[in-house]
């Protein structure tokens, strides 16, 4: 008898444990879609036969400071298009929550560079995206994750092409051009949790 009272207490304390809401780490793993709005370059006059439409995945780890903020840093794979780019986005990210319970509405803003691998281009430079989002519990540890925001990708070294007005000399003869993509973004996300 004294055994299963022994049980059913140390069961009953594990249980009161699955009240805790937002300690500990969790880990992301989140499906972008960017839908296009603008893009601005020195180097394209007609932006309209171009859309900075992308997608890709990112992976994160996040710690909770307290139950309404959580801080992390993540990796991505992003892919753009008209024009193309493809880079590496390594970011530094923060959620704050509406409340401490497992569904709960979110704000959330992330920041980072993204690079390239291939020496050859200079698909690279300073990314930002900023929005609300809402976060619900499948089942234990495990969450859904629904976010809807502004991203914008600024890469200063876009194409190295020959200057057409007068500054081309024979010394100087190339420039850069910049692109700058804005668009709307569409995540959705699989949460891990380490406690909740």
């Known amino acids: 008898m004294s055994l299963l009272i022994l049980f059913v207490t140390s069961w009953s304390i594990s249980q009161g444990q699955h009240l805790i809401r937002n300690q500990g780490f969790f880990y992301g793993l989140e499906a972008v879609y960017g839908h296009a709005m603008k893009l601005h370059s020195d180097y394209i006059i007609d932006t309209d036969a171009y859309s900075p439409t992308g997608y890709g995945l990112k992976a994160s780890a996040n710690w ?32 704050t929550y509406l409340n ?40 234990w540890r495990n969450f859904l994750v629904f976010k ?23 010394e100087d003869p190339f420039q850069w051009f910049d692109l700058k993509r804005q668009s709307i973004t569409l995540t959705v996300g699989f949460y891990y949790s380490t406690r909740y």
């Open 64 to 95: 909770f400071m307290n139950y309404n903020l959580s801080v992390g840093a993540g990796l991505g794979i992003l892919n753009y298009e008209s024009p193309n780019m493809f880079t590496f986005p390594v970011t530094v990210n923060s959620q």
């Open 100 to 139: 401490k319970g497992s569904n709960t509405p979110l704000a959330y803003v992330e920041a980072g560079y993204g690079v390239r691998f291939n020496h050859r281009t200079q698909d690279q430079g300073l990314l930002y995206e900023a929005g609300l989002g809402y976060r619900y519990r499948i089942k």
């Open 148 to 170: 809807v925001g502004y991203h914008n990708y600024t890469n200063n070294e876009w194409l190295w092409k020959r200057k057409v007005d007068g500054s081309a000399t024979p």
